[in-house]
Structures are given as C-alpha cells and as structure tokens.
Nanobody
Framework: QVHLAESGGGLVQAGDSLRLSCDAS????????MGWFRQTPGKEREFVAA????????RYADSVKGRFTISGDTSKNTAVLQMNSLKPEDTAVYYC??????????????WGQGTPVTVSS
C-alpha cells in the first residue's frame, strides 16, 4: 500500500511564499515520479508540477512556471513544492501524487489526502 502525506498548507497573502512537503512510504519508489495536483471547488483537479526519480527532469503547468519550484530527495522519498509570488488564483487543495507516467502524461497513480492553500488578496 502506498501512502503519501502532505504538509505545509495554510493561509497567506498575495505575494507571499509557501512550502509544501510530501512524504512517501509503503513501497519502493525507484523509477517513480512525484508531484502535485490542485483542485478548487467545482473544478477538475489540475496538474501543477512533477519531478522524476533521478531529479533531473521536471514539468510545470504554465500557470505556475517561474513561481513554483519542485524538488525531491529520493533517499527519503520526499518531494517539496516551493511556491513563491502566490496569487489568489493559486487558492486550492494541493495533492501530493506519484506515478510512473507523471512526467510524460501528467497521470497520477497514487494520491495523498490533500492540504489546503488559501491566498488572500
């Protein structure tokens, strides 16, 4: 069984920064990418960012490029999303995800429970 646990969500003001972390456990993640999706009420879940197992390939949604940075530590099975210059439209529940096709197809096989991020204007 795969378990993904997010932390770091909260309430911030526009322009502020926030750091989300994800700890993965339950199986060997060798070869598997980790990343983040987000969802706001009434909308489908949206891909945000992903990083591959070796850490040398990343992918970002156009809406967060230049503001968000994803990093990973394969020795600890963790992924971190550093979010800078936050905007009110970044408000959402952020989900940590993992999957073999996360970079190529933005398809997640495993999901965390989600952590809320609220950006006030």
């Amino acid at each position: 069984q795969v378990h993904l646990a997010e932390s770091g969500g909260g309430l911030v003001q526009a322009g502020d920064s926030l750091r989300l972390s994800c700890d993965a456990s339950g199986r060997t993640f060798t070869g598997m990418s980790m990343g983040w999706f987000r969802q706001t009420p009434g909308k489908e879940r949206e891909f945000v960012a992903a990083i591959n197992w070796s850490g040398d390939e990343t992918r970002y949604a156009d809406s967060v490029k230049g503001r968000f940075t994803i990093s990973g530590d394969t020795s600890k099975n963790t992924a971190v999303l550093q979010m800078n210059s936050l905007k009110p439209e970044d408000t959402a529940v952020y989900y940590c995800v993992a999957g073999a096709s996360l970079i190529s197809l933005t398809r997640a096989d495993y999901w965390g429970q989600g952590t809320p991020v609220t950006v006030s204007s």
